[in-house]
């Protein structure tokens, strides 16, 4: 063997990987995959800007013989005496005050079992890791008869206060805290004289807008589209959410009796009550990229 072919044979070889930007196979998979997720919404828009008529004689990703999107949309507003509007604040209600408080709560708890030493710190974060892998479904029954004991269901209550605990939110906060924020950085703020308080609010949340966003933009979609919850905890249409006063309109005509059959009027709803998500998730979506990135880091 000569030195030439010596060397090379010393050499580290090199395999060639190829480039996923540059993946047809990846390229078709995305592709399907945002198909997938874009027809439904076609779907929805075009079908918002028909009328009844046209929505039942004419194929769905067509638009009708006529424009009815803004005749529509002030149907939507003024049938039935303008409940839909009734609907909207109760679903703004419901959303921002749960989560906020689950946020909050969520942050408060991730960052005490993350920096903090107390007995039963162990046990405590079994009991979250447990929690999450019981279905909320399963806990609406035992809910409704706790409340039912209090006098509160029928109320906007019942249907705020379960949204105050979120498991999962803690478990990510718990995680982003380990991950971010450093415990040198703390220890110099107790020995400054800061007190605990002080030290979260002033030091450890700032740092932590990524994962606040991220898990508040989880716990918003699930509020915002809470069905089961307030199907079981209320009887009077004027507390209903969306979710909930879109389901009643969309199955009055199988009623019987003389209520009409408003397809267009739902279709058109729908399209409401997703717009403003798919806005808030373009606008904030540096930082929950960011956050879910940070979580994933955690070795």
């Not at 929690?131 to 209550?157: D, E, K, R």
């Not at 998500?277 to 994933?296: D, K, P």
């Amino acid at each position: 063997m000569t030195m030439a072919s010596k060397e090379a044979a010393r050499r580290p070889k090199f395999h060639t990987v190829t480039d996923p930007k540059k993946s047809p196979v990846l390229t078709i998979v995305v592709g399907m995959y945002l198909f997938y997720a874009l027809v439904p919404f076609v779907w929805l828009v075009i079908n918002a800007t028909k009328t009844k008529a046209d929505f039942i004689s004419t194929f769905g990703l067509s638009f009708g013989r006529s424009f009815a999107l803004w005749n529509n949309l002030v149907e939507v507003f003024t049938y039935n005496d303008g409940i839909f509007g009734r609907w909207v604040l109760n679903t703004v209600g419901y959303t921002v005050v749960g989560t906020v408080v689950s946020v909050l709560l969520a942050a408060m708890g991730g960052y005490a079992l993350s920096k903090l030493e107390f007995g039963g710190r162990r046990a405590i974060m079994l009991v979250i890791l447990g929690s999450m892998a019981v279905p909320g479904v399963a806990l609406v029954i035992p809910q409704f008869l706790m409340f039912s004991a209090m006098g509160i269901t029928n109320t906007p209550w019942a249907v705020i206060i379960p949204s105050f605990l979120n498991p999962f939110g803690l478990y990510l906060m718990w995680t982003f805290f380990a991950q971010s924020v450093p415990d040198s950085l703390l220890e110099a703020a107790r020995i400054d004289g800061a007190g605990e308080a002080r030290i979260f609010f002033q030091i450890a949340l700032p740092l932590m807008k990524p994962a606040l966003v991220t898990v508040s933009l989880f716990a918003f979609v699930s509020i915002w589209y809470n069905y089961f919850l307030p199907l079981i905890m209320l009887k009077d249409s004027r507390w209903y959410p969306l979710a909930l006063g879109l389901a009643q309109w969309n199955a009055q005509g199988n009623q019987g009796g003389n209520m009409p059959v408003i397809q267009n009027l739902v279709i058109a709803a729908s399209m409401l009550v997703v717009l403003p998500l798919i806005a808030l998730f373009l606008c904030l979506q540096r930082y929950w990229q960011s956050g879910l990135a940070l979580g994933a880091t955690k070795g």
